[in-house]
């Protein structure tokens, strides 16, 4: 994780210009942006604002960067940033055909929203009727090495396969 203080000029900045402003300082390229996952606050003061780095629209798994924050001024920065990354992000296959390859690789016999019983079990568990437990792909860009060497990213979709027989999540 690298960290920096945040200059005198910029701690009245707003967190998000933070990365307008330092850009090239951070290796983020024209294709690059910084969208703003969650925010937290703890006991001593200050705010964490933890964004995520999306290339081209498509979001980078563990590019993950937090701004600190004391009262409205901006102290420090820090996290992990892929730098001139540059991915074609149009994928090869669609949804449809990356879900049917995810389940010949998982290779269960039932399917969780195959399953009537186990799936309204877990709407009254869960309170919720909406998850219907299919799987809802995402592109994302991906090295299974989780470096920071640009050229290992690849495109690929993201999706959990949830499996009632043989009881498992992939």
């Known amino acids: 994780t690298d960290w920096m203080s945040v200059a005198a000029e910029q701690q009245v900045l707003k967190p998000g210009a933070f990365f307008q402003q ?6 983020l390229g024209v294709d690059d ?21 999306f290339h081209k629209g498509v979001k980078i798994e563990g590019a993950q960067y937090l701004v600190h924050q004391q009262g409205d001024r901006l102290m420090k920065a ?9 991915v074609n992000t149009q994928p090869k296959i ?13 290779g269960a016999r039932v399917y969780i929203w195959e399953d009537e019983v186990l799936l309204h079990s877990l709407e ?4 919720n009727s ?3 437990y299919y799987p809802d792909p995402q592109l994302v860009l991906f090295d299974p090495a989780y470096s920071r060497q640009a050229d290992r990213y690849r495109l690929a979709y993201k999706m959990d396969i949830y499996a009632s027989t043989p009881m498992s999540r992939q």
């Open 33 to 53: 942006r910084m969208q703003l996952q969650r925010t937290e606050e703890d006991q001593i003061g200050f705010t964490h604002y933890r964004y995520n780095q």
């Open 78 to 86: 820090n996290g992990k940033l892929i730098k001139g990354i540059s």
């Open 124 to 127: 009254d568990i869960h309170d």
């Open 94 to 106: 669609d949804k449809e055909a990356a879900i049917a390859a995810a389940l010949r690789l998982v």
């Open 22 to 27: 330092n850009a090239a300082t951070l290796g």
């Open 130 to 132: 909406d998850d219907s």
